[in-house]
């Protein structure tokens, strides 16, 4: 079984596009995030839920919106899509903020 | 500012041989923790050290840690093929709700 699973995979779209990233964790944690990688493997958190609330939302555009329907899915919306949102973005659970973190195994997006 | 920053950002070593990667950071931090990334797929994770211990081990993985340094090493030893991968420390930042990731360094086992 998946613990943190992804849709989709792979994600081509035009710039200006409005898509979605959809995340669900089956380990019952109470904390997802969403990651963003970029071309050089760097690693940065955009968004943290906890419990359906969000408590971390680091400085991203007003075009990404997370949301949370419940404690297992945590789902990205992206906004007018520009070249720059090229890039992996991971989903991740864990059981408390900074414990151990399960990691889904990526979306990578294409804005072209 | 970057918080984890690992050296060397690349590695190459031959099957068999240790790889020790080095991670420092900048503020004070409650634990480290060390990830997996093989090309194209998701991070895993594989040891987490608090900040009042000083070494643990995990298989052939040995982590230390040197808060006075703001300092940490993973070794690996008698690596093989399959560890080819890239490797991140993570801290968070002294009780912060985050983990803030280092860039990494990529390592290459040759057979």
């Known amino acids: 079984d998946t613990a943190v699973s992804q849709t989709p995979k792979y994600l081509v779209t035009q710039m200006g596009n409005d898509k979605s990233i959809k995340c669900e964790q089956n380990l019952g944690h109470d904390t997802m995030y969403w990651y963003k990688q970029d071309s050089k493997k760097f690693l940065k958190i955009m968004f943290s839920y906890n419990n359906k609330e969000l408590i971390i939302n680091e400085t991203v555009p007003n075009r990404f919106s997370p949301k949370s329907p419940d404690k297992a899915h945590l789902n990205l919306h992206i906004n007018s899509l520009e070249l720059g949102d090229s890039a992996v973005y991971f989903c991740a659970s864990s059981q408390e903020p900074y414990n151990e973190q399960f990691f889904g195994p990526g979306t990578r997006l294409t804005v072209l | 500012s970057q918080q984890g920053e690992e050296d060397p950002q690349a590695l190459s070593i031959q099957e068999g041989e240790n790889a020790t990667m080095n991670c420092s950071y900048k503020t004070s931090i409650n634990n480290l923790q060390w990830y997996r990334q093989n090309s194209g797929r998701g991070l895993v994770h594989l040891i987490l050290?608090?900040?009042?211990?000083r070494e643990k081990h995990s298989g052939r993985l040995r982590v230390t840690l040197d808060t006075s340094k703001k300092s940490s090493s993973l070794l690996i030893t008698a690596s093989r093929a399959a560890d080819t991968a890239s490797y991140f420390c993570a801290t968070d930042q002294g009780g912060s709700e985050k983990l803030v990731f280092g860039k990494g360094t990529k390592l290459t086992v040759n057979p």
């Open positions: 050290i608090r900040s009042n211990e």
